[in-house]
């Protein structure tokens, strides 16, 4: 069965400087879908960043972006020029390419809670 | 933005109080989701639904039942709450294509249900 592990409980950033998540996952197949959600104090979860794991680019959306190491089964998460709006819990995701069973469901990592200092 | 509202954002009651959350989603998606979460803490899937008249038990064991009448309405209840279903509850939903991977499967949370159980 595929795990998604996030290793940092917390972490913590200075406004305007950048911070990277770590996210690693297992799984024994070849296709997939990755995905970065943020969930802010008391407000709705949304989707940071998508990574389809047959493009070796790695994605961004503005100040986000991810280091996505297939190899290694790796999927970082970048954030630059940090702001007091990104303090959040961030959840990384896997999703198997199958829609049977279970088997399309997202698979979340435990979270990190990221603080943002002025 | 996503368009995925859930009713009521928060409820305190008493125990043994029979309890709905209402979720409601106007993107067309078959596929719709409960998680249950407590403040800061990991997401445990406790039931799905791939479309009308279509309900599964998640990975978290839940006392709660759910029903999908209407592909746009997937409302969850607590016959009888308790102290221990004290918590928070994401409803999300997302597309479902079993005859082809066009979509990521992403998933759409509402804003959450907060439930206190006295």
């Known amino acids: 069965a595929q795990t998604v592990t996030q290793s940092q409980p917390e972490m913590s950033v200075q406004e305007a400087e950048t911070v990277t998540l770590s996210c690693t996952y297992d799984t024994s197949e070849s296709d997939y879908y990755l995905f970065w959600y943020k969930q802010p104090p008391s407000r709705q979860m949304i989707l940071v960043i998508r990574?389809?794991?047959?493009?070796?680019q790695n994605a961004t959306e503005n100040r986000f972006s991810v280091n996505f190491q297939k190899a290694a089964k790796s999927f970082s998460l970048k954030i630059s020029d940090s702001q007091l709006g990104d303090a959040a819990m961030y959840f990384c995701a896997y999703r198997s390419p199958y829609y049977g069973g279970s088997q399309g469901n997202l698979i979340f990592g435990k979270g990190t809670k990221l603080s943002v200092k002025p | 933005e996503a368009d995925i509202y859930q009713t009521p954002r928060y409820l305190v009651i008493g125990t043994g109080k029979k309890i709905t959350l209402e979720c409601s989603q106007t993107m067309g998606h078959d596929k719709m989701y409960w998680y249950q979460q407590d403040p800061g803490m990991e997401l445990h899937l406790i039931h799905y639904s791939y479309g009308v008249n279509s309900t599964e038990k998640g990975d978290l064991s839940s006392e709660s039942t759910v029903s999908r009448i209407r592909t746009e309405h997937f409302p969850l209840t607590l016959e009888s709450a308790r102290p221990s279903h004290t918590s928070q509850y994401l409803c999300a939903s997302s597309e479902f294509n079993p005859f082809g991977t066009s979509n990521t499967g992403e998933l759409f949370f509402g804003e959450g249900s907060r439930l206190t159980v006295l």
């Open positions: 990574q389809e794991a047959y493009k070796q």
